[in-house]
């Protein structure tokens, strides 16, 4: 995909349908019981409805794609592990022995796993979306060309929108790979022109002074790459991963697609970002899942409006924060298609006091 063609699809992203939203509202009103008792479910499905058009709803199938890459800036010892461990991972994933996967199993939900670069050869069972085996260690130069990171985008988009035609309709995102909370810091810190030190955490664990090389790291990447914050493309090839350029475009396609897209945690949260600053119409696809522990993570959020349906310290990756939250779009969808109405009920309808 070239850049002139990923910008000739995203100018097909259309504004949220608000008829939809208000009919969802309206359903929702209409049954028996307080007037937005459920908070966050009800108005994720009016969001939902504003996303597909529709006020019903058949979200029975439902996949995780879990995005892998490995990042060059490893090299700078800002991990507690090697990027073998992205690898060992993968393998993992396409075995169905990893965290998400148990989680996902309980969802009932399908498991995705996708190489979008990682050091090695191919793993059987992953899917090879590869742009090249790892990027290279930004405090050196650029992750990745500008080029790149369009071709990265435009497989993110080519999945959602094939996992839209092969009948999903609900994706969550997950990512693997050893150093991406560095390069997902040091997007965010540019994109929401934020001191490097308040949006780096521990990642897997770091000790202080892994941290510490962790912040030197980012800003010496900043400072020899100088990314132009206006210029999201620019950011991303600059800083980030192939697995953030890949979910960015699994945004970007949910959105195409008229799929609702579960950002996970910081990582997917700030691949969002970059998304919804490509394209603020995008938005409309982005539903958070939880509010990761990393320290920026709430920020992100408040960036893209987004209000999390779980708090509970998760910050596991692999998509588990957005696999976790699927059952509470279950328990919604059987409350809003299943619950008995006012007048079925016999009960005068409750009225909006304020």
């Not at 080029?147 to 009948?167: M, Y």
């Not at 962790?214 to 010496?220: E, F, G, H, T």
Request: glycine share 12%.
């Amino acid at each position: 995909m070239t850049e002139t063609e990923l910008n000739a699809l995203l100018a097909g992203i259309t504004p949220a349908n608000e008829a939809a939203r208000a009919a969802a509202h309206a359903h929702w009103a209409s049954l028996a019981k307080p007037l937005g008792g459920l908070g966050r479910l009800e108005t994720m499905l009016e969001d939902a409805a504003a996303l597909t058009g529709s006020a019903e709803f058949d979200l029975s199938r439902r996949a995780v794609a879990v995005l892998c890459a490995d990042n060059g800036v490893v090299a700078q010892g800002v991990s507690q592990t090697g990027q073998e461990v992205t690898r060992a991972v993968a393998e993992n994933l396409a075995m169905r022995r990893t965290s998400v996967c148990q989680m996902a199993r309980a969802a009932h939900c399908d498991v995705v796993p996708v190489d979008m670069g990682m050091a090695g050869e191919p793993v059987p069972g992953v899917r090879n979306c590869r742009i090249a085996a790892g990027t290279m260690d930004f405090t050196a130069g650029p992750a990745m060309s500008r080029a790149e990171a369009v071709q990265a985008i435009g497989e993110g988009i080519a999945l959602a929108r094939e996992l839209a035609e092969d009948g999903y309709r609900l994706i969550a995102t997950g990512e693997m790979g050893i150093g991406n909370t560095t390069t997902s810091s040091a997007v965010a810190a540019v994109l929401l022109g934020q001191p490097v030190e308040l949006m780096t955490g521990r990642g897997a664990g770091l000790s202080d002074e892994g941290l510490a090389r962790k912040v030197d790291a980012i800003c010496r990447g900043i400072l020899k790459n100088e990314p132009d914050p206006e210029d999201p493309l620019d950011v991303l090839s600059k800083l980030g991963g192939f697995d953030i350029a890949g979910l960015c475009g699994v945004f970007l396609g949910g959105a195409l697609a008229g799929v609702p897209v579960l950002a996970d945690g910081f990582i997917s949260g700030v691949a969002a970002l970059c998304a919804v600053r490509l394209c603020p119409a995008a938005a409309k696809a982005v539903f958070a899942s939880h509010c990761s522990a990393e320290p920026a993570a709430r920020m992100v959020l408040e960036a893209l409006g987004k209000a999390p349906v779980i708090t509970a310290g998760l910050h596991l990756g692999e998509g588990t924060g957005a696999v976790a939250s699927i059952p509470l779009w279950d328990m919604a969808l059987a409350v809003y298609g299943g619950c008995y109405s006012f007048a079925e009920g016999g009960i005068e309808p409750y009225k909006p006091q304020c």
